[in-house]
Each structure stands twice: as structure tokens, then as C-alpha cells.
């Protein structure tokens, strides 16, 4: 089989050298082909032009040079190359700078030859780990990041979802349209694991070592934060359709809470009993809008009995929080009528209700 391992690089010059050597070394001890496709976007510090050096020496290294415009559109350029111009059978992805062990690749590759179709080399199964020496704050990010692909993006059965050391079979690159995953950035990693997941790939994660790295910096940035949370709600609602039907339910519900608030009020009932009336009714109105439209095609676990007893769980803690909102906001801000408190409370309830019902009443059972 022909692997290509594809590196991203964004000046990388103190790393690449070191690490296209070590590579080379541990091919040696490798059956199949084995090539290396450098993806630089014109790095500054000529990470380039030292990859050209080591073209004269080693003709299994290969360079794709373009804009800087995020390590998603670099993967997806050098995906593209590799599979159209190299004939790849399986591509890897790896990083530039030591955090993934050379030693590792063929340990990857073995799962390949047993027929997984996507190897991710996993900080979080046992056995793998995230360096000793960070600090809370690094691990809170890299754990956060994590968790926001498990459970908000819904990825639960992957252990490390934002790997970036993994090696795939082009069987399953092939079936990806690369231009519809949209994103640019590091969310790339967690789109693509997602689309190996809705064609029913064979996903294996080995434990790995992941080293912090000792030359250069790291690259990832604001906008890739944000962009990646974007993408984990994108994942979520599946759609464009559901998420504006969603959105839509939203919409209803804060008419229906504000409509009958205000209906109760004018028939002279007080407001701190109006108020929790007021939300129970939209709860309702959108529990059943969500379960019999937006969200109908889910295949959830339990029969429609239970869903209603967990969502019946769920809208009275998210009661609570937009009547204690009301009561806080009526006491601190008398003067302010009264509707106004009531809209402000739908807020943290919405956010809530969403992601309990989500992710535990419409919670979507995997068929694998
Ligand atoms: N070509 C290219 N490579 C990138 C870009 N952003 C990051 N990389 C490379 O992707 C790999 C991982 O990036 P790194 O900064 O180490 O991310 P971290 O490990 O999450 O801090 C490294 O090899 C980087 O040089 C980019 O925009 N373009
Ligand atoms: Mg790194």
C-alpha cells in the first residue's frame, strides 16, 4: 500500500528537517511505501526551501506550497494532492513538531493492515497521554475542546475527537466533499471525523504519547476557537433545515411565553404566579414542536412515555432558572416592566433546555 503523511506547516524550519529524517528512518523498518507530503503555506522563516533541500536526497518527500488560510485548507489541499496526484491508499495526517512520536506511524499503519479504515492516535484512551508538565490551563483547553466535540457536536463514542495524529484509508476520503465541510481551520479535524462517522467507518484509537512541543509555537488562534464551537453546533443541528427549524420553535416559544404572560396579567392574575404559567406553557409548546418536527427523523432510545418524564425533569430545572431570573430581575429592576424580566429569563432556560433535552431526552442512539 502507498501512505502518504501529510504535514502542515506554518514556520516549522527549527522542526521539519529533524523530523523528515526520523521519519525516514522508521520507513526503513516498514512494508509498504511510504511518502511524506509537506503542506507549507510560504512560511516565513523558509520552512519551504529546507524541505527542497531534502527533495534532492529523498524522492518520497513531496512539497505543496500556497496561502496561509488555516490548517483545515491546508489538509484539504494536501488530501486532494495526495489521493489525485499520488495515488495514496491510506493518508496521514501528523504535526510538524514532535507532538507526535515518528516511532508511532508504524503502530498506526499496523491497525490499517487489520482492516480499521481510520486509526486516530488517542491521547485519551488508556494508555495515552496529554505532557506531564502542562499546566491546568492547558489541559482545561484540551479537555474543553474535547468535551465540545463529544457531547455538543454528539461525536460520544470517540475518546479523542480533535487528534491530529491519525492515518485514513482514501476508500473513505473519496466519499467526503471536501468543499461542504466548511470550515477553515482546526475544526477541521473534528468535521472530517464526523463525516468518517456518518459513512460508518471502522474507527480504531490506539493510546499515544502526545509531547509538548520544544521548538517554535503553537498556531492556534481566536478565530479557530470560535470557528470550532460554530462547527460542534453545526454537527449537532446536522443542517441548515434544522437548525432554522430550531431556531423557528425558539422563536414561537418566546411569543407563546410573552403572549400568555401578558394575556394572564390583563386577567388580573399576579404576576409572580403569571410568570411560571407563562414558561410551562411554552416549555410545552416547544417540547412538543421539537419532538414532532425539528426533531422527529432522530432515532432516540426510550419509548415517547419516558422522553416525556426526562423532558418533564428538564423544563422544571429550566423553569426554575427563568422564574428565579424573573423574580431577581422584578425585585433589582422594578421600574422595568415586567415583560421585559420575563424575556430575559427565557435566555439561560433556553440554553438549558436545549442541551438537556439534547443531549439526554432526544439523546441519539448510535447504530454501530
Ligand atoms: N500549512 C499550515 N499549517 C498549519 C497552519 N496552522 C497550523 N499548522 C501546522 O499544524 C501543526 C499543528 O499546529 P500547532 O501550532 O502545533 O498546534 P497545537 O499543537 O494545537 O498547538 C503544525 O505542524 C503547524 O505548523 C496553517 O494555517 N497552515
Ligand atoms: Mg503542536
Known amino acids: 500500500m502507498k501512505a502518504i503523511i501529510i504535514i502542515p506547516t506554518y514556520n516549522e524550519s527549527k522542526n521539519i528537517v529533524r523530523l523528515i529524517h526520523a521519519l525516514q528512518y522508521r520507513f526503513s523498518g ?13 512560511s516565513p522563516d523558509g ?47 501528523m504535526d510538524a513538531d514532535f507532538s507526535h512520536k515518528p516511532e508511532d506511524v508504524p503502530r498506526l499503519m499496523a491497525e490499517i493492515d487489520k482492516g480499521a479504515d481510520f486509526v486516530i492516535g488517542s491521547r485519551y484512551v488508556l494508555g495515552g497521554s496529554i505532557p506531564k508538565e502542562w499546566g491546568v490551563r ?26 491530529g495524529f491519525r492515518a485514513i ?73 434544522t437548525f432554522l427549524k430550531f431556531a423557528v420553535v425558539g422563536a414561537s416559544g418566546v411569543v407563546v411565553n410573552l403572549g400568555f404572560f401578558t394575556l394572564f396579567l390583563t386577567a388580573g392574575i399576579n404576576k409572580y404566579i403569571a410568570s411560571p404559567m407563562a ?42 432558572v427563568s422564574y428565579g431570573t424573573f423574580v431577581a430581575l422584578s425585585i433589582f429592576f422594578p421600574e422595568v416592566p415586567p415583560q421585559l424580566h420575563q424575556l430575559v429569563g427565557i435566555i439561560p432556560a433556553t440554553l438549558l433546555n436545549y442541551f438537556l433535552n439534547s443531549y439526554w431526552t432526544f439523546k441519539q442512539v448510535d447504530e454501530n
Open 279 to 320: 414558561i410551562e406553557i411554552s416549555i410545552i409548546s416547544n417540547f412538543l414542536l421539537n419532538n414532532f418536527w425539528t426533531f422527529r427523523w432522530r432515532k432516540t432510545k426510550d419509548r415517547a412515555r419516558i422522553r416525556g418524564l426526562k423532558f418533564n425533569a428538564v423544563s422544571f430545572l429550566a423553569l426554575g
Open 30 to 42: 516498514m512494508t509498504h511505501d511510504m511518502h511524506i507530503l509537506v503542506v507549507d503555506d510560504n
Open 169 to 241: 484509508r482514501a476508500s473513505i476520503l473519496r466519499n467526503i466533499d471536501f468543499s461542504e465541510l466548511g470550515v477553515k481551520g482546526y475544526a477541521f479535524q473534528v468535521a472530517l471525523l464526523h463525516q468518517a462517522l456518518v459513512l460508518k467507518a471502522s474507527i480504531t484509537e490506539i493510546p499515544v504519547d502526545f509531547i509538548d512541543r520544544t521548538e517554535g509555537e503553537s498556531k492556534l488562534g481566536v478565530k479557530d476557537i470560535i470557528e470550532f464551537i460554530l462547527n460542534a453546533w453545526w454537527i449537532r443541528f446536522d443542517s441548515l433545515k
Open 138 to 163: 492547558r489541559r482545561l483547553n484540551s479537555k474543553f475542546g474535547n468535551i465540545v466535540a463529544r457531547y455538543l457536536a454528539g461525536l460520544y463514542h470517540v475518546q479523542d475527537c480533535t487528534a
Open 47 to 93: 520552512t519551504a526551501g529546507e524541505v527542497k533541500k531534502l527533495q534532492s536526497r529523498f524522492n518520497n518527500v513531496h512539497l505543496l506550497t500556497g496561502e496561509k488560510a488555516g490548517l483545515g485548507v491546508a489538509y484539504t489541499r494536501g488530501i486532494a494532492h495526495a489521493m489525485e496526484n499520488l495515488d495514496a491508499d491510506v493518508v496521514f495526517e
